[in-house]
């Protein structure tokens, strides 16, 4: 490369780059020194006293708990509806295509509807759902569940609403998996006798396997860092029974005020998230290049 | 034999669409009853027995949620923030994605791990030392605040995408226009961005769907004068406010435009979130 084409490449990538280091890593400076200071003024340095704090308080781990229930419940539930889905969709019966264009109506709604919504129907007076189970008789009343103010269901409430809006993507990612798996295989296994859930097993599930992987691994990224469902159902509430990690952190933030202990907590969530990801990252390239 | 299997197809064929018409009417219902309570009156929207169809059709909702915030103002904030950031972030972002395609070199390769990383920081992360960066700027409640942190937030996104495209394209385009007289610059804008339209277009409505549904930056970096509406629609729901049916109108209003037009440009959607996940 001659350095006038190394100039050219700087001109063509300088503009973002600046662009991300001031709103991107400048940001992440501001983050880390901002948590080794005290929360009250911000101007006294205090070492590592905001992640001592967050390390032995309780309600840290309390919504970091809650937040791994969040995700392992919601990305499991829409794994296994999204993989029934695009198994009934890939048929290809007369129709599969308009049905997979109506169930990706939800794909584009915003979150903060999607709460609206669901807080609309699991609401205690007048929600819809109690009304339902009521009349098919499953609930005595139509105030015994109170999904968002009972402590028992109010995370419960927050997955329900999340799964409603995202196992659209999970088909969408496992169909058209299902889709790119060769005919032929189907085919050789029908020679030799195998049957549908052989099929099932043998050809659909291994082949589908890398897109699993990466549609799980997408999913889980956004569950955690999900924020605006959980703000607009329940606050994180009641009793900090559905607190998340992005609720707690925001409140801290807004409205405890506390700038030190928030950053000291968003520095956390990072590296959780990070390691997590980086985890998953290195088994799924280390091994195998072409795996995905 | 034969119709045994036979019958036994259209067997399973029933339970498959039975299957399907049911999971897609419970994936539909929320939203269509969202559409249905929007059309209630307001006393029969907080009525204790809650039926799917309204007694009554009427648009009084569609016409006191006017009233109760300024609607329309917010809607504009909206679109103007998403649709300038979008602009911004995909211009900026393929400049950077072609630099990053056609000459590659260390600062560059260092560069693009860094968008990857981006991907996996929570959102509240950034959001909370960008509002005290806002504030500093004396940028806080303006929509150009809004502008600059959704642009920063799309800008690795676009990269992701468009370097993908920009691989695929043959060098020996960008050679034939530079033979022709092109600079490295016209060659990009000339050549390459047409080219590489449908690419653009998807990453352009996936940057426009996050600045348009983005709640969390809007709500940490506004109060009044640059408010979008998903902050708005978050306002319906005060401690003290019964005003459901106006809220169910704004986001009728908010939401069904997008996905219609969502439904309408299906390719590119599913294209988009297909990309990365499955190799063709």
Known sequence: ?292 | MTTFTKQRLTVSSMVILLLTGLFVLAFLLPYVYLIMTSLKESAEVISSTPTLIPSVFTLENYRTMFDLLPIAKYFGNSFFTAISSTVISVFLGSLAAYGLSRFSSRLGNMFLLLTLGVRMVPLISVAVPMYGIINQLGLYDTKFALILVYTSINIPFVIWMMIGFFDGLPKELDESARVDGCSRLGAFIKIILPVSLPGLATTSIFCYMLSWNDFLMALMMTSTSAKTMPVGLSEFLGAYNLDLGPMTAAAVCFSLPVMIFSIMIQKYIVSGMTMGAVKE
């Not at chain 1, 109506?102 to 609309?120: D, E, N, R």
């Not at chain 1, 109690?130 to 569940?145: R, V, Y």
């Not at chain 1, 103010?149 to 999340?162: G, V, Y």
């Open chain 1, 1 to 292: 490369m001659t350095k006038s084409d190394r100039r050219t490449a700087l001109l063509f990538f300088s503009p973002a780059a600046v662009f991300m280091v001031l709103f991107f890593v400048y940001p992440m400076f501001l983050l880390a020194r901002d948590s080794l200071f005290d929360s009250k003024t911000g101007t006294q340095f205090v070492g590592a006293e905001n992640y001592v704090t967050a390390l032995t308080s309780a309600r840290f781990y309390h919504s970091l708990y809650n937040t791994i229930v969040f995700v392992i419940g919601a990305v499991s539930i829409e794994l296994v509806l999204g993989l029934i889905l695009a198994l009934l969709l890939s048929t290809g019966f007369k129709g599969s295509h308009f049905a997979r264009t109506l169930f990706l109506s939800p794909l584009m709604i915003a979150p903060l509807v999607c709460g609206l919504i669901w807080k609309f129907m699991l609401n205690d007076q007048f929600g819809i759902l109690n009304s339902f189970l009521f009349k098919m008789g499953i609930i005595d009343s139509p105030q015994s569940i109170l999904w968002l103010s009972d402590e028992r269901f109010a995370l419960l409430s927050c997955m329900i609403a999340d799964i409603w809006l995202t196992t659209p993507f999970m088909m969408l990612i496992l169909l058209a998996g299902i889709q790119g798996i060769p005919e032929s295989l189907y085919e050789a296994a029908h020679i030799d006798g195998a049957n549908k859930s052989q099929c099932f097993w043998r050809i659909t599930l291994p082949c589908l396997r890398p897109v699993i992987v990466v549609a799980v691994l997408i999913r889980m990224i956004d569950a955690a860092r999900s924020f605006d469902i959980i703000w607009v159902l329940t606050q994180g509430g009641p009793n900090f029974s559905s607190s998340l990690l992005s609720t707690m952190i925001y409140n801290t933030m807004a409205r405890y005020n506390q700038v030190g202990y928030s950053s000291a907590l968003a520095i956390l969530f990072m590296v959780a998230l990070m390691s997590i990801c980086g985890f998953f990252m290195m088994r799924l390239w280390n091994p195998n290049k072409k795996a995905v």
